[in-house]
């Protein structure tokens, strides 16, 4: 392995050395502190439904949106640990990036976090005014999930699609069932097959009965935006992408599923440090962009 | 559907009318001749191992080569069916491709066509003395099978790999298990799973039992170059794309599906006619042409 991968797979590792859930929190956003931010980014702070959110923005920001629906497994994850990776979508799709602090369990379980995300795709539509074919969807792990039943609820309550989405290393499966989970445990850095069951367990722990998650990989995807979904294959979630992919070829939707190989969970996270976590922010937003333009 | 799909949707079915091999040959080129040259495109007669073949480039080719393998189930296909597409991949690349008449079964089973994908993949490296990494194996349909089963090949003789590979619609396997033979039935053109099966029974009857075929989807793919997969949604072949694309993928090879609704198999084939197909190849295209840049 290169000298960066070891540097991401420690720097994951360290993340869960964490002796609590507020001790991980507090890793997580120092981590993305200090990845830093992309320069010439401005940050412009706003609150959506209660929740602290944040416009960022290249000095000339052209057509496209992003809604950056981050990771950490519904529980960890903020404005302050994903500012630098959607500050850098802003910046390589030369557009803005609205970053949303949602909701997070235990304190607030399912369906905390989608309410809340559905709340921001509406401020875009409704105040913002902004066409729904600018926009696209990017979420990387848990919110790859959030990206999905996001757009699973906006289909049902009759909102229109946005241009395009984008999954990042997305969690599909709330049973891990997929292969991968054995198979590349010895890999991967960071997301364990109990890891992702307790996450699952704490996220829909004590949820409406009467309003049950969606299983995305039961779902019906048809009628969805093009979609990209960006996978490593050093992955315990690896599956979790080409079974998410695999569905929505079935159902027609327009799906590209890339594997890198070598890599871990959201490798995108540490762009700064890694070379193909930069080539793939880059594809993603050549994607946007075509997706997004008039 | 579109008109134009609609167009090409009949001119599949069309194929599927001949009444015995030789006619359905014969109707496979003058669907290749009606389509067309891309113009500019110089064609040049060679021969490689007994077998013609022709080196395809527009004016002023540069460094890119595209090894063109051909569909037609092993069983149809020529130089004249395949020249417009194997032409507007060398324009599209700025650069060259050969395109072979492999042999075919029934009058030549397995492994002949392999056989003579490695002779030209020789004659590349030896004769013309082109460097790997300068070369993208492209093929289509059992010329995607035929793509896979030539990297393995060279890969077993100690050749070096190229720089990468594109499938389109390809064959992955032989006995058709995949659940799209069935979901997807009703909206194919051209491939049934009887049709399938009755092709890997012709292509692989009376082969030597010493050197059994290679079975796409149980093979190690380890170490195989990036690799670009393309498929319709409405092609019973659509789950022979995915499951190459997973097992790539868990082999750690750099891999793209990119599913394309509502295209029938190969439909690439059809550009000249098809807005869908034109894209793909220009996709295509940027993919060989990022990985066999300097």
Not at 9 to 36: C, I, K, N, S, V
Not at 158 to 180: F, N, Q, R
Not at 181 to 191: F, L
Not at 282 to 289: K, T
Request: with cysteine.
């Amino acid at each position: 392995m290169s000298t960066e991968i070891l540097e991401v797979r420690r720097r994951w590792a360290h993340l869960g050395t964490a002796a609590d859930l507020a001790a991980m929190r507090g890793l997580f956003d120092q981590e993305g502190e200090r990845l830093g931010m992309p320069p010439g980014v401005a940050v412009q702070r706003i609150v959506i439904a209660s929740r602290p959110a944040e416009w960022l923005a290249p000095s000339a920001a052209g057509r496209a949106v992003v809604l950056y629906l981050h990771g950490g497994g519904y529980m960890t994850g903020s404005l302050t640990s994903y500012r630098h990776l959607a500050g850098e979508f802003a910046k390589r799709i030369n557009g803005r990036a609205l970053l949303l602090e949602y909701r997070l369990a235990p304190e607030h379980v399912f369906p905390a976090a989608l309410e809340d995300a559905i709340a921001a795709y509406r401020r875009l539509l409704d105040e913002e005014g902004i066409a729904p074919d600018r926009i696209a969807f990017v979420g990387d792990s848990a919110g790859g999930n959030l990206v999905l039943t996001t757009l699973l609820t906006a289909r049902e309550q009759g909102l229109p699609m946005p241009a395009c989405a984008v999954c990042l290393s997305p969690w599909t499966d709330y049973e891990a069932t997929g292969e991968s989970m054995r198979t590349k445990a010895s890999v991967d850095p960071v997301i364990t097959r109990e890891g992702a069951l307790h996450g699952a367990q704490v996220y829909f722990s004590g949820s409406d009965p009467d309003r049950p998650p969606v299983a995305i990989l039961d779902a019906d995807l048809s009628g969805l935006p093009p979609l990209l979904v960006q996978v490593g294959s050093h992955e315990t979630l690896l599956d979790d992408s080409i079974r998410l992919a695999a569905r929505a070829g079935h159902h027609e939707v327009e799906t590209t599923l890339e594997v890198w190989p070598g890599m871990p969970h959201v490798f995108q996270f540490f762009y700064p440090i890694l070379r193909d976590g930069r080539d793939a922010i880059a594809r993603a937003a050549e994607f946007i962009l075509r997706h997004t333009a008039r």
